[in-house]
């Protein structure tokens, strides 16, 4: 990868959506960096729709494509998903909120930490854990980890909301009872860090490409990705569009990386960020010291 970028997981599994994956890959090819495609539960139930996802890698031949299943997904079926599109690693989502906003959704969450333990045992590639845009609270990175998951993409709140989307799409009138469900990606990325345990953390959830790309690799993430943003621009200004966006995105990096002094993403990762505002509360009541993030950390 030549930038710590990666387009989140999206779409798929139906034929009118098979140009957006197509597009996706060929911007993350042409700029070398990373893609997950959407959910393969349609194409593993339906082969008929598989070329929806399998045109990412069609597309994009070398690169970093990754799987994407629900978390309870048998580990057989996590290998078809992977074999489907030669992923070179799997993102394992979370999405309780999401499910039980549906009125077709899952109910039954049981055994979730045993699937997978055994998906990792059995995966020859990384296993990444997700959420879908609600974060993950420190106690629940800290039992994914115990499971064997060295990979955490927090994915919080302040992005795609699933709920809203789910209550939209089945006219439900009950979106106000559950609309500050989650933890902010700040926050979430910010507790699942002060864990201090030897695993990479990914940080999703509602970025945009400006400064908050660099404030999360000084915190300590070792890839943003971001899904609606590049979305919307795909839409609105075409292929093209989207190109100029990731290039801008990667060289506005590279200019905050110049203005603070750092000549590589571990020299970033080390400089002093103070946290304020409803972040640092929060982050102060859950016993999570932010003061040694505003020191040069080695």
């Known amino acids: 990868m030549k930038a710590p970028l990666l387009i989140n997981a999206m779409t798929g599994g139906h034929p009118e959506v098979e140009y957006i994956n197509k ?20 194409g593993l139930e339906d082969p008929g729709v598989r070329n929806t996802y399998k045109i990412a890698r069609e597309e994009n031949p070398e690169g970093i494509i990754l799987a994407n299943v629900n978390a309870l997904t048998p580990p057989a079926l996590v290998k078809e998903a992977i074999n489907m599109i030669g992923a ?16 077709e959704g ?22 990444i854990v997700k959420e879908v845009g609600f974060g993950l609270s420190r106690e629940t990175a800290k039992r994914i980890y115990d499971v064997g998951v060295r990979y955490i993409d927090v994915s919080g709140k302040g992005g795609t909301d699933f709920i809203k989307i789910e209550f939209a799409r089945s006219s439900q009138d009950c979106l106000g009872k559950f609309q500050n469900i989650g933890i902010s990606t700040a926050a979430s990325l910010i507790e699942t860090l002060s864990l201090d345990l030897p695993f990479s953390v990914l940080a999703s959830g509602g970025f945009t490409g400006e400064s908050d790309v660099t404030c999360a690799l000084v915190l300590g993430s070792k890839l943003v990705g971001m899904a609606g943003h590049f979305l919307r621009v795909l839409h609105n200004s075409s292929e093209k569009g989207l190109n100029d966006r990731v290039d801008r995105i990667i060289e506005d990096l590279r200019r905050s990386m110049l203005m603070v002094g750092a000549a590589s993403l571990e020299e970033l990762s080390k400089k002093p960020v103070v946290i304020t505002g409803i972040t640092a509360e929060w982050l102060l009541r859950r016993g999570v010291d932010i003061n040694k993030y505003s020191q040069f950390r080695e």
Do not use: W, Y
Request: hydrophobic share 50%.
């Open 106 to 127: 899952d109910r039954n969450f049981r055994g979730v930490l045993t699937n997978i333990e055994k998906v990792v045992t059995l995966s020859k590639v990384p296993v």
């Open 23 to 42: 597009s996706l890959a060929r911007v993350a090819a042409r700029a070398g960096i990373g893609m997950a495609v959407g959910s393969q539960t349609a």
């Open 88 to 103: 070179d690693g799997v993102q394992l989502h979370l999405n309780v909120a999401q499910e039980l906003a549906m009125t």
